[in-house]
């Protein structure tokens, strides 16, 4: 069994720039979320995807958005980038929703893109 | 506005000895807690999980503690091993998941 995979490791990228992140599911998985990792602060969570639609948005400006793939795999991409965006980008996936659709499984993290924003 | 927080940023303990890592939270409707290890150039990996309805959760080495009164959370390892060493994330879930800030956790063999 395959765990969560991101590509690319690191990233360089100057402000104002796009930049998008890939991120393969852990084999069955079918929820993939996304979390921004600034330095010195736990993960934020960014927005979760169900199925193929956003299910689910933290605080995070409409510049950041999704995609998921029905292989389950995803992108984050984010526009106009500014230099506060320079953090580590996590993404992970979990076993199917509840019903509810509040999703108590456990998360399964890859290990993350360090993006630098110049 | 921090939700979880985790108030010690690091912690040393002796192998063998107990590691208590803590952690406290504000939003009573948090109803599922985590703990999440992570080394170096990984991501976070899951450790051991409780629901709201319980106040203990047993996993090994590991033991998960929660005091809905106090709105607390604690992690104990015993004994601890040199291997434990990393930072240590608690996380609560409602809606979405909200991470603590992390404790850095050396254990010295």
């Known amino acids: 069994e395959t765990g969560v995979t991101q590509s690319p490791t690191h990233l360089i990228k100057t402000r104002g720039q796009q930049v998008t992140l890939r991120c393969s599911s852990q084999?069955?998985?079918?929820?993939v979320s996304w979390y921004q990792q600034a330095l010195g602060q736990g993960p934020q969570f960014i927005f979760q995807?169900?199925?193929?639609?956003?299910?689910g948005r933290g605080n995070f400006p409409p510049r950041f958005s999704g995609l998921q793939f029905p292989n389950y795999s995803s992108e984050l991409n984010v526009n106009a980038l500014e230099l506060d965006d320079s953090a580590l980008y996590l993404c992970a996936s979990s076993l199917p929703l509840l019903t509810s659709g509040t999703g108590k499984e456990t998360q399964y993290f890859g290990p993350g893109t360090r993006l630098l924003v110049l | 506005d921090q939700q979880v927080k985790q108030n010690s940023p690091s912690l040393s303990v002796q192998e063998g000895r107990i590691s208590i890592l803590n952690c406290d939270y504000t939003?009573?409707?948090?109803?599922?807690f985590l703990w999440y290890k992570k080394y170096p150039a990984e991501g976070p990996t899951f450790l051991i999980s409780i629901s709201s309805i319980k106040d203990k959760n047993e996993d090994g080495r590991f033991t998960v503690f929660l005091n809905k009164s106090a709105k607390h959370l604690s992690l104990h390892i015993v004994p601890s091993q040199p291997g434990d060493s990393a930072v240590y994330f608690c996380a609560a879930s409602v809606d979405q998941f909200y991470f603590g800030t992390g404790t850095s956790l050396t254990v010295i063999p």
């Open positions: 995807y169900y199925r193929e639609e956003e299910n």
């Open positions: 939003n009573s409707m948090f109803d599922y």
């Open positions: 084999s069955g998985h079918n929820t």
